[in-house]
């Protein structure tokens, strides 16, 4: 016997679809607030800001936020003056996952600096609401620098430990730094990097219940020069340790494989 679904059971169905993927928006968008990443760039030319907004962003499984920058390269301008390009920007934000028990911000970018040495800040939203007790942490990261003009390049960390990349929570507070031995330069037509994993034994306590967490990268790059950089930053609950490493590892690899 054929069995036919009415209009009615359609619309039904329907509404309950739309009903779920709107709670699970609803739980992705929980703790998180515009814009979800930032870029500042400044020099003596001026300064200017372009910002990543909620809605240019997609959810990944209804908890996951993916934002990429497609239509590419952004210019940062202050009145006529370039002050700094981006060539390319990613962000992932899962602000807690129940199952793995984790919470997490992947940030990665490519600028270039403009006619004069430029100053960057790059944040990203901050994940609050959190409410993580007794919380572990692990935070990884690469970072390039490459000469664009033929007269060597540096680039100079401008966290409060003279790092390039900070991992932060509860508001100001720092929990880790990456990339602190310094400014890094390379010569005429060269390019450098590096890549750092702290602690590289596991996660480790934050040592406070986390509330918030945020990534920031804050750097002076030469002028005409070019940099990049990638961070993935995990809080975890202690009791799901081992399925949130699994979760980061996996990340961190395919990131690498990119």
């Given at each position: 016997m054929n069995t036919f679904e009415t209009p009615v059971s359609r619309i039904k169905a329907?509404?309950?679809f739309v009903a779920i993927m709107s709670a699970a928006t609803s739980s992705a968008l929980a703790g998180l607030g515009d814009p979800i990443v930032s870029f500042w760039a400044g020099n003596s030319e001026g300064a200017g800001t372009f910002d990543v907004q909620l809605s240019d962003a997609q959810f990944n499984n209804g908890e996951i936020i993916v934002w990429n920058l497609i239509d590419g390269p952004i210019q940062i301008m202050d009145g006529g003056n370039v002050i700094a390009t981006i060539t390319s920007g990613q962000l992932t934000l899962q602000a807690f996952n129940e199952t793995l028990g984790q919470s997490l911000i992947a940030l990665s970018f490519n600028v270039e600096a403009g006619a004069v040495d430029t100053d960057f800040l790059i944040s990203s939203s901050?994940?609050?609401?959190?409410?993580?007790?007794?919380?572990?942490?692990?935070?990884?990261g690469t970072y390039?620098?490459?000469?664009?003009?033929?007269?060597?390049?540096?680039?100079?960390?401008?966290?409060?430990?003279?790092g390039l990349y900070s991992a932060r929570y509860n508001?100001?507070?720092?929990?880790?730094?990456?990339?602190?031995d310094g400014a890094y330069s390379v010569g005429v037509s060269e390019s450098a990097g590096?890549?750092?994993d702290i602690p590289n034994t596991g996660f480790v306590p934050?040592?406070?219940d986390i509330n918030d967490m945020s990534s920031q990268w804050n750097f002076r790059l030469t002028a005409g020069d070019l940099a990049g950089g990638t961070s993935n930053y995990i809080i975890i609950i202690p009791a799901p340790a081992g399925l949130a490493l699994l979760g980061f590892s996996g990340l961190f690899?395919?990131?690498?494989?990119?």
């Open positions: 329907v509404a309950a901050l994940i609050d609401a959190l409410d993580i007790p007794g919380a572990l942490g692990r935070v990884t390039s620098v490459t000469d664009g003009n033929t007269n060597g390049a540096t680039l100079t960390g401008l966290q409060a430990g003279g508001g100001a507070n720092t929990f880790n730094e990456l990339f602190t590096g890549v750092q934050i040592g406070a690899a395919a990131r690498r494989r990119r």
